[in-house]
């Protein structure tokens, strides 16, 4: 590994920490961390959704196979 890679992965890596303490401790950070909880509630919603649509299908298709 030469030189230039290892002060490209280390400017890269303090970045990284500089962005995600001013993420955590920034201005408007209360603001985004309402916003992430509520796309994961949105996301939990939709997975819940889906799975119930999908059960309630199969049984449906299965039982009225069962009649005919």
Excluded: C, H, P
Aim: glycine residues 6%.
């Amino acid at each position: 590994m030469d030189i230039a890679t290892k002060a490209k992965e280390e400017i890269e890596s303090r970045l990284k920490k500089i962005e995600s303490f001013i993420e955590e401790k920034g201005l408007g950070s209360s603001y985004l961390t309402k916003a992430r909880r509520t796309q994961r509630n949105v996301n939990l919603a939709i997975a819940v959704g889906s799975l119930i649509t999908v059960a309630g299908i199969s049984i449906w298709l299965f039982s009225s196979s069962r009649k005919d």
